[in-house]
């Protein structure tokens, strides 16, 4: 099977500026998340950090508070 061709295979990384879009935060302060351990999980490919929009999410919703 081909991952290229199977869209539910292929992660959605992000940019450090397109998640501080979709969570409304300032990017400074998902570097200081990052610093802390505090954030949603990233990756650094290199020296470029990415994040998969599906940890994201998962993520996001963990921090709900009833």
């Known amino acids: 099977m081909d991952i290229s061709t199977t ?3 292929a992660p959605a990384f992000k940019t450090q500026a397109e998640i501080a879009q979709i969570l409304q935060v300032p990017e400074r302060t998902l570097e ?9 999980p990233y990756l650094k490919l290199g020296r470029h950090v990415r994040y998969d929009l599906v940890d994201v999410v998962a993520w996001a919703r963990e921090q709900r508070h009833a």
């Open 7 to 9: 869209s539910s295979f």
């Open 32 to 40: 200081d998340w990052r610093l802390t351990h505090h954030g949603p």
